[in-house]
């Protein structure tokens, strides 16, 4: 009897590799990897990014899809619960995508990637790339993911000048990153807004009450060229001055609150004058120009603005740099540097724009969030001289600089230089109240 050949259920290597070759290749082509965490913002290519995400982490067994949103917000802020639940809003509707795609997509991994959302960091305030990627590595140790994928579009809390520094620092981390390969808008979005009747009217109302404060409000030439002039000025500028339309009771209440805060002002400006003055006449007293720098929870745009001139106006202090949440300051003497980091001026701001609870949230002195950054007090590396590849001096990592402080900022000069996004979310910290 002839011997009869290896009976199907034996094990024989090269026999089920010659039976099944496609199920070798596309096990050894899909091996199973970590978590995959995707950073979500409203953008134009979200929906495309989520797409391309799902159909990746289904084809290359991913154990699940993590879209987080890192919070613009502290828990206990005013309006903090909105701006909560308006993140939730968002990424209820990129997870719904999500499992849609997945659904959908014919992987044999994709009824594995479980489809998870997060908000980060809203329990502390964040400053900069790196606070970011910290709260991200730290979600991604505790939750085994390895990568990160990148929206094209993404911003950052809303600021698109994090966004690089974000991608640098991510790629210091252990994790591998990488911006999914989606087409983007050809269309740029532009510097204007939409032109709205509000922003139009609100213009207008501020051009001609300014015109006619400057003139006579009872001299009929006053009030037609007053008028004249305000069309002008909102026909021209209403769609690039206001990022925002008014809102009732937010304005009026803003408005209000401003003219409380200018005597506050003029009384800052007038204290820093005689400080100063004394200085200069004194030569015992001392004169240490420095340079500082401060973050600050008073959001972007119109805010920060405000800020960084009301530091300028007062004399010994000029705002050099505004950038994200960052003010960099220079000082001329000691005094109006405590004054500076005890931060009267930017309690005031946040009271302005945002009401009193938000006047009471720490200053940077309380919060740690102050640094020297020139002579031998420095506790900060200057960051020019570091880009540079200059001596940095006696700069050590950041620590806050101690002493009393006068509830005064002072500060002399005109010219501030803002780089930070006016996005109408206030990136920063805090919200409208």
Known sequence: MADAGPSPGDDDPDAEASADPEATSDSDAAPASGAVIVPVEPSSTLRSTIAHIAEAAATEGASALHLVEIAS????????????????????????????????????????????????????????????????????????????????E?????????????????????????TAPVDRPTRRERFRTEATTGRFVALFGLSLAFYLLLGDPTYWFDAVTGVATAAVVSITLSRVSLDSDPAFPRTP???????????????????????????????????????????????????????????????????????????????????????????????????????????????????????????????EELPIAAADGGDPGSGVESESSGGAGVESESSGGAGVEVESSDDSTDADGVTDR
């Open 73 to 152: 917000w502290r828990n206990g802020d005013p309006e903090s619960d909105e701006r909560a639940a308006a993140a939730e809003r968002v990424l209820e509707r990129a997870a719904a995508w999500a499992r849609a795609d997945l659904e959908d997509s014919e992987a044999p991994g994709a009824p594995d990637v479980e489809v998870v959302t997060a908000v980060l960091g809203a329990d502390g305030y964040l400053f900069g790339a790196d606070d970011y990627v910290r709260v991200l590595a730290e979600y991604a140790e505790a939750n085994d993911a390895d990568r990160v994928v990148l929206d094209p």
């Open 253 to 379: 209440m803003r408005i209000v609150r401003g003219l409380i805060y200018v005597p506050v002002l003029l009384f800052e400006i007038v204290k820093a004058n005689l400080v100063v003055a004394r200085v200069i006449l004194d030569p015992r007293l001392p004169i240490e120009p420095t340079l500082n720098r401060m973050r600050v929870i008073v959001g972007s745009g119109l805010p920060l603005m405000t800020l960084a001139n009301s530091i300028t106006l007062t004399p010994g202090t000029l705002t050099v740099r505004a950038r994200d949440s960052d003010l960099y300051v220079h000082s001329l003497v000691p005094w109006a540097r405590e004054g500076l980091f005890d931060g009267p001026l930017e309690r005031w701001t946040r009271f302005v724009y945002y009401g009193r609870r938000a006047a009471r949230l720490p200053s940077p002195r309380e919060r740690d969030d102050v640094a020297i950054l020139q002579g031998p007090d420095a506790t």
């Open 154 to 178: 993404y911003t950052p809390v809303g600021n698109t000048t994090l966004l690089q520094p974000l991608e640098f620092a991510l790629s210091n981390t252990p994790l591998s990153v990488e």
